[in-house]
C-alpha cells in the first residue's frame, strides 16, 4: 500500500536522522525530499501534522527537524 505522504515524509525525515538520530537540518531534509517529488506544501502539512502529535518539533527559525 502507498503511505500517504506525510507518512512518507515522517520515514524519509527518520531515515535522514540516521540509527539513534535526534535531529536533521532542515534544510537538507527539504532537498532530499524536493528530489522525491514531494511539494513544499505537502513538506509543510507532514510538519505541522507530526509537530502537533509531539512525535517532532521544529525550531522557531525553521532551520532544524528535532525528534521526541
Known amino acids: 500500500r502507498c503511505p500517504r505522504p506525510s507518512e512518507a515524509i515522517f520515514g524519509i525525515l527518520r531515515e535522514l536522522g540516521g540509527p539513534g538520530g535526534r535531529s536533521v537540518p532542515l534544510p537538507q531534509a527539504l532537498e532530499v525530499l524536493g528530489a522525491r517529488g514531494f511539494t513544499p506544501g505537502q513538506v509543510s502539512a507532514a510538519l505541522d501534522e507530526y509537530e502537533g502529535l509531539n512525535v517532532l518539533q ?3 527559525s525553521r ?3 528535532t525528534f521526541v
Do not use: S
Open 58 to 60: 521544529v525550531n522557531p
Open 63 to 65: 532551520t532544524r527537524v
